[in-house]
Nanobody, 125 residues
Framework: QVQLVESGGGLVQPGGSLRLSCAAS????????MGWYRQAPGKERELVAE???????NYAESMKGRFTISKDNAKNTVFLQMNSLTPEDTAVYYC???????????????????WGQGTLVTVSS
């Protein structure tokens, strides 16, 4: 019922910038928080940045100062602006959302976490 679709990945040279977008679609849900994670080849998935419904942002230390997370509440979309990219930033970037979902028949609220399919960012000369 709820899907996250990422876009904006691609090939960029070291020192360049990219902006990733993630749009949540569906019905019967409210977003508590959204974030970005990444997984490089041979490594585990790691947090990049998160933003709460109130607009509070948290960043992994290595990304702080270079990456900026933002959102458009009206469009249920979160963005990740990435600057000063290095080859170590090469990874598949995944959008994540923590949601409250209301059952249409019972009205019971459930809590769930959903993931996008990922978008590949390659930083190379």
């Amino acid at each position: 019922q709820v899907q996250l679709v990422e876009s904006g990945g691609g090939l960029v040279q070291p020192g360049g910038s990219l902006r990733l977008s993630c749009a949540a679609s569906g019905s019967g849900f409210r977003i508590n928080a959204m974030g970005w994670y990444r997984q490089a080849p041979g490594k585990e998935r790691e947090l990049v940045a998160e933003i709460t419904s109130g607009g509070t942002a948290n960043y992994a230390e290595s990304m702080k100062g270079r990456f900026t997370i933002s959102k458009d509440n009206a469009k249920n979309t979160v963005f990740l602006q990435m600057n000063s990219l290095t080859p170590e930033d090469t990874a598949v970037y995944y959008c994540n959302a923590g949601l409250q979902s209301t059952d249409r028949t019972t009205g019971i609220i459930g809590y769930l976490e959903v993931w996008g399919q990922g978008t590949l960012v390659t930083v190379s000369s």
